[in-house]
């Protein structure tokens, strides 16, 4: 008996009720706030780094599914690739043999990461996190990771542990017994060591919320004080990795710095199969994998299986050949040295930061008393709002996907696909423009909506 199953006529189907669907099987308050804040949207298709709707509109996106489509959606060498390794029908997953594709894609995978000798593969962002705790831990024999304030690094549990804001962690205790420490105090850092029972320090190179980049020579310092007191630096690059601040990894753009474990995912998917790699020196693996009796201490269910490995070589292969390291570093100074040169213009505007395609915009308290008492109104009600109004008409009038870098943040956090150049700077400088013009006119639209966004924000209290 042969099974028919058309998922093109399920979509064309039942497509319509994509979000009543969500409502009523899955997490009921997203359909909620989309609605509430003007994002329930309906995309039909999508390509590099744009969107389009019913109506045949493209929609710029400068999010990159919060960094996950480095090289925008359906990028067609890594399409082919997922194309052909189902074509070949591999035995994989057999959990007693060693395909191919794990290793050449460790092998290729290391050669952009210098002083790093073994990989292991898992399927997120935070399982590789979780991986590099637990081999840190049984590396040193030390029960404590140190983690930076603001960071993220992860919602499940261990990764919990060391994320750095509370909004996350509130409801969730006990967690791991892990400490937080100020991103760039050395001062703090000696302090925990010195109580010899710290594993490691895992740090974002630059931090995703709010895009705070770690201040220069802190890594290398840190490096050196956690090596003194026989503990390990872990550069959590997930988000930051695969050429999205202008390097392979974030942490090279400081000399000198070599983590003992670096965390990737995200980008290495092609935005098609979840992936995420824990890299590491050789010494920790091989006292992790001590004995044929520990070869399954660490495993991952879907780890290595040869889609995501199959994407993440194409991935690699496409970085080096379209030179999108290269496109992103000069791509993020130019859009960033735009927005730069529009601080002085713009009371609302307080900084422009970042690095290569990771960049921050924020906002902070106006000096005229008119924008002044609205600014003080929207903070009253809820910090972070006014960053949202911000996003909504970039989104609604300019067709532009962005989002504010974290709850309570004026901050947006700019992300785009790594394969944007002029044009979509030209567009989205130009949209920006508009919408601050707006902001500083003194009434309209966004302060209408602002309105609305103080009545949510009371309303849930």
Known sequence: ?????????????????????????????????????????????????????????????????????????????????????????????????????????????????????????????????????????????????????????????????????????????????????????????????????????????????????????????????????????????????LGRTGDFYAYQHEEGVEPDLVCVAKALSGGYVPVGATLGKDWIFKKVYSSMDRVLVHSASFGANAQAMAAGLAVLSVMENEQIVANARATGDLLRSRLAALTGGYELLADVRGRGLMIGIEFGRPDSLKLRSRWTMLQAARKGLFAQMVVVPLLRRHRILTQVSGDHLEVIKLIPPLIIGEREVDRFVDAFTDVMDDAHSGGGLMWDFGKTLVKQAVANR
């Not at 935070?126 to 030390?142: C, D, H, I, Q």
Request: aromatic share 8%; with cysteine.
């Open 1 to 241: 008996m042969t099974t028919e199953f058309d998922l093109g006529h399920l979509l064309a189907a039942r497509g319509a009720e994509r979000y009543e669907l969500h409502t009523r099987h899955l997490n009921h308050q997203l359909p909620r706030m989309l609605r509430t804040i003007g994002f329930d949207k309906v995309y039909e298709r999508a390509e590099g780094a744009y969107f389009w709707d019913a109506d045949g509109d493209d929609y710029l996106d400068m999010l990159a599914g919060f960094g996950v489509m480095g090289l925008g959606r359906h990028h067609p060498v890594v399409r082919k690739a997922l194309h052909d390794v189902i074509d070949l029908g591999l035995a994989d997953l057999t959990r007693f043999d060693c395909q191919p594709l794990p290793g050449l894609l460790a092998e290729k995978l290391l050669a952009h990461s210098p002083h790093l000798d073994r990989v292991f593969f898992g399927s997120s962002g935070t399982e590789a996190v979780e991986g590099a705790l637990k081999f840190a831990r049984f590396a040193t024999g030390r029960p404590r990771v140190l983690y930076c304030d603001h960071a993220f690094h992860g919602l499940t549990t261990g990764s919990l542990s060391v994320n750095g804001e509370s909004g996350f962690r509130d409801g969730f205790a006990p967690l791991l017994p892990d400490t937080a420490v100020p991103l760039g105090d050395l001062d703090a850092l000696a302090r925990e060591l010195k109580k010899g029972d710290v594993a490691a320090l895992i740090v974002e190179p630059i931090q995703g919320k709010g895009v705070h980049e770690a201040p220069g020579g802190y890594l290398r310092a840190a490096q050196e004080l956690l090596h003194r007191h026989k503990a390990l630096l872990i550069a959590d690059e997930v988000q930051t990795g």
